[in-house]
């Protein structure tokens, strides 16, 4: 009788763990990831995965050890994907390096991963994930620093559309290199998505964390920053797990933020300075959130 009411409400409440980029190569290891299984818990576990993962392809503009040396070409060997299984089981390919071994690579990726129980979206190809019995839907887009109009409004009617089948996660890799704040615009597209039926959107680009925002019945992380690098290509360590419960309505509800510091050339791990949660802290204020530091976590409202 219970399941029966649960399903006629819309499904048993549903965990979710996001995280921010993850850059893979020949130089990482499994202790890499290991971090990943208690960072990332619940039923919908993602990541922003920065890495074609191709048998053919190799990555360039590295030295060895993960040195940059020039233009950055990513590209990770097929092993690593047994090391993402059971830790995650959702990524994002809607990002500055998805095609950096073409479209062909995006695509033996997608395969790859899949084989291990792990689902990609694409800009192309939305992913479905299907816990406890509920349908969640993952977009992920690439926009450019200036997207026109029309591409946020075809945006807003593919989140109306998926909304009818279930809830809706949107990935977006958006926004620029190094910033605390999201921009006007994109504070507008977020809430329009949220709108239309989002649950959530996720943001990755900036390398740094931004703030969170609770609007209607959603969430929005406008950068959940870097979560771990097998090279040397970027110093931003402050960033976050974003953890949520979608409830039988299809709601964000008991929304948290778990202060970490990225894994550059090493493990990803809890962030032991005070400074970052406070910094998520200020951040999503900034944004109108009620914000408040709970031990080591930052309790969004």
């Not at 499994?30 to 990541?47: I, M, T, Y």
């Not at 999201?182 to 977020?190: D, G, H, I, S, V």
Request: proline share 6%; with cysteine.
């Amino acid at each position: 009788m219970l399941g029966l009411l649960l399903l006629c409400l819309g499904g048993a409440p549903v965990t979710v763990s996001a995280a921010g980029d993850l850059h893979l190569g020949s130089a990482s290891t499994e202790a890499h990831l290991a971090p990943l299984s208690k960072l990332l818990q619940g039923d919908v576990r993602f990541v922003n995965l920065e890495t074609p993962i191709t048998k053919y392809g190799a990555e360039s503009g590295m030295a060895a050890g993960g040195t940059p040396t020039g233009p950055l070409r990513f590209n990770a060997p097929p092993a690593v994907v047994k090391w993402l299984k059971g830790r995650v089981n959702a990524v994002s390919l809607a990002n500055n390096h998805a095609l950096d071994q073409g479209e062909l690579g995006r695509t033996e990726t997608s395969a790859l991963l899949r084989e291990q129980g792990i689902q990609a979206a694409t800009p192309t190809t939305d992913a479905e994930l299907k816990p406890r019995g509920r349908r969640i839907r993952l977009l992920a887009r690439d926009l450019p620093e200036s997207w026109s109009s029309e591409d946020a409004s075809t945006l807003v009617a593919q989140v109306r559309e998926a909304r009818e089948r279930g809830p809706v996660l949107v990935s977006l890799h958006w926004g620029r290199t190094g910033a605390l704040l999201p921009t006007e615009e994109q504070r507008e597209l977020a809430e329009k998505l949220i709108d239309a039926g989002a649950t959530a959107v996720l943001g990755h680009g900036p390398h740094t964390p931004q703030g969170i925002q609770r609007h209607g019945r959603g969430v929005i992380a406008y950068s959940l920053g870097n979560l771990a690098f097998a090279c040397g290509c970027t110093d931003e360590r402050d960033a976050y797990v974003l953890r949520f419960r979608i409830d039988d309505a299809g709601a964000a509800v008991d929304v948290e933020a778990v202060p970490l510091q990225a894994g550059l050339r090493e493990p990803p791990r809890l962030a032991g300075d005070p400074g970052v949660a406070q910094l998520i802290q200020s951040l999503s204020e900034d944004l109108g959130s009620d914000a408040r530091i709970d031990g080591g976590r930052i309790l969004i409202r």
